[in-house]
């Protein structure tokens, strides 16, 4: 082979592995590094009980209720097409609200959700009190959550 | 491009805007301050706490825009030699470091009332921390070597190795599902972001990068007159 | 062909001749991993957690030890001279350099992993995952080590440096590798992060030999 050849065949190659790469990346993409799973992904896949998980999502419409005493909380975390149960006791982070999201961190035991952390996740909209009340009124609203 | 690498050239249009970047990034960021703590409204949501973007996303915004430069300039020195390019790699770096422990720091000062938590191992914020690492790494490397060119020329590839971290930042909170919210201002439609919010960040971002040039051109002028007194003792 | 045999030959006879250097790695990769039974807890449960983690963090420090030598040696002699400057293509030579501290730093860390792997009382289910993970993981540690062996060639501390530079972008490895293993072990589909592995190992097969080639070059000019 002459040199110029052989510079070719090796760019060749290169480009080649690069667009396999490439292909194998996209496709495994769907579903790695993910921080927390969604109550869908939950469905299919069996958990063990015993390992801490992260689930997250947006916490259901008038799903959060107080204990009698006081110290625990439940609610439902729903990817708008699943949800699940979730119990908690402790201190909540103040941008928890229903209708917002959250990541909880916690164990599934029986189709129950047991959080030691729950986490806030808020959403990229800013605006004042008064804009996003007047944008909810005008029907222009178009944050993920609606309280 | 070109016609700025000569260093002689480059003070000559340098020096004179020194003055006004830094009364600019002065008035700026204190304007900044003024609308974003007292002329801002409190967030729908998160409350007085809205307040902490007003540093954490143009901070975030400097450390990618500061390694951005950093790998341009570092390709341009590798391929053209120019010596103001190498320059002006190194004197970025550790504006940019600053800036990425400025937005880390905010970033955790942020997440602790809102998320319930100062950090998580989620995609965003680790690949930040890869980001300032980098940074750390560059400037070891650069001053690693006793022959300052061969520093140069090792520090301009690593730069350019590390870019492939700043999309990947960039992307991540798309790609992957983070704790960290999605971007507000890039956005295709309009940005989710109230005008009146939206001023006293535009603002800090303003300042800041009007901050970043001027510390910019005051280290490659260091750097130069540096690089003269020692040509002046070898020659006596 | 024959030059990449001759490359490969001459570089796997030279370690062997110092022989101390594989020998030292394994030791210090058997070493740190013992280290966490005693310093985290004995108990087997909490271990079983861990043992994914230990075993991937092990693994990267003790690959980090040999790099500073992969071209320090060859530069030091002159013979890397000759290498950048003989006509046939740099980029070969590097790749069969990397190829050749793969066999004698990576190829025995993957060996001797499951055995310890047992001693943290790892899920049997997770063996094969454990392996393949560490099949496609370690030649990416010798491609990014090699890269930074090749920066840090001349300067003082090397040793040092090349750790700095080099595990943070190690990270995504130790990501997909733990993230493969323990998926299996919790029944998720172990198959993407092991397809992430394997995209990250062609991309560094194409692009590393390139960047250490063309630092290599300006080391010599």
């Not at chain 3, 045999?5 to 394994?26: C, E, K, T, Y």
């Amino acid at each position: 082979m002459t040199p110029k050849r052989r510079r070719l065949t090796m760019v060749g190659l290169g480009l080649l592995m690069i667009a396999a790469a490439t292909a194998l990346a996209l496709n495994a993409f769907e579903d790695t590094l993910v921080f927390f799973y969604s109550p869908t992904d939950l469905i299919d896949t069996k958990t063990n009980p015993k390992k801490q998980i992260r689930v997250g999502g947006l916490v259901e419409e008038k799903s959060l209720l107080k204990s009698n005493d006081g110290l625990s909380v439940s609610f439902t975390i729903t990817d708008l097409d699943n949800s699940l149960p979730v119990i908690f006791k402790g201190a909540l982070p103040d941008l928890f609200r229903e209708g917002q999201g959250v990541v909880a961190e916690g164990y599934l035991v029986g189709g129950l959700f047991q959080a030691k952390h729950v986490l806030a996740k808020h959403d990229e909209n800013y605006m004042p009190k008064e804009v996003a009340d007047s944008l909810k009124k005008s029907g222009k609203w178009k944050g993920g959550n609606k309280q | 491009m070109h016609r700025f690498a000569n260093p002689a050239r480059f003070m000559r249009i340098a020096e004179p805007i020194l003055p006004w970047t830094s009364v600019g990034a002065l008035a700026a960021i204190l304007l900044a301050l003024y609308f974003g703590i007292f002329d801002s409204p409190a967030d729908y949501q998160q409350g007085e706490t809205v307040r902490i973007m007003y540093v954490h996303v143009p901070a975030a915004w400097m450390a990618l825009f500061a390694y951005t430069l950093m790998a341009l300039a570092s390709g341009s020195f590798l391929i053209w030699k120019h010596p103001l390019a190498d320059l002006s790699a190194q004197a970025a770096a550790p504006i940019g470091a600053g800036f990425t422990a400025i937005a880390l720091v905010t970033g955790a000062l942020w997440g602790q009332p809102m998320w319930g938590t100062w950090w998580v191992w989620d995609a965003r914020l680790t690949s930040v921390l890869i980001l300032f690492f980098l940074y750390l790494g560059y400037m070891a490397l650069v001053n690693g070597f006793d022959d300052p060119e061969r520093g140069s020329r090792m520090g301009a590839i690593l730069a350019l190795v590390g870019f492939i971290n700043v999309p990947i930042i960039k992307f991540s909170v798309d790609w992957w599902n983070t704790l960290h919210q999605p971007a507000s201002i890039s956005r295709l439609d309009a940005p989710a972001i109230d005008t009146s919010m939206l001023i006293p960040l535009l603002l800090m971002a303003i300042g800041f990068k009007l901050f970043f040039i001027s510390i910019l051109i005051l280290r490659i002028k260091i750097q130069l007159l540096k690089k003269r007194i020692r040509s002046i003792q070898l020659t006596h | 062909m024959d030059t990449v045999m001759a490359i490969i030959r001459r570089d796997l006879s030279l370690v062997m001749r110092q022989g101390s250097d594989a020998f030292v790695v394994l030791i210090f990769f058997i070493v740190t991993v013992t280290l966490f039974p005693l310093g985290v807890s004995p108990d087997p449960l909490i271990l079983q957690n861990l043992a994914s983690g230990i075993v991937w963090v092990g693994a990267l420090l003790a690959a980090m030890l040999s790099l500073d030598r992969l071209f320090q040696t060859d530069y030091d002699d002159g013979s890397l001279e000759l290498l950048v400057l003989s006509p046939y293509p740099l980029e070969i030579v590097v790749l069969c350099k990397c190829f050749v501290h793969w066999l004698t730093t990576g190829l025995p860390i993957m060996v001797i992993s499951p055995v310890l792997a047992l001693m943290l009382n790892i899920k049997t289910g997770a063996f094969l995952y454990l392996i393949t993970s560490m099949a496609l993981g370690t030649p990416i540690i010798s491609l990014l080590g090699a890269v930074g062996a090749a920066l840090v060639l001349g300067s003082r501390r090397s040793g040092v440096l090349i750790a700095l530079l080099i595990i943070p972008l190690t990270i995504p490895i130790l990501l997909f590798g733990v993230g493969a293993i323990q998926a299996a072990t919790e029944g998720y589909n172990a198959s993407s992060p092991l397809m992430f592995l394997g995209a990250l190992l062609l991309f560094s097969i194409a692009l590393c030999p390139w960047v250490i080639a063309s630092s290599l070059r300006q080391v010599v000019s």
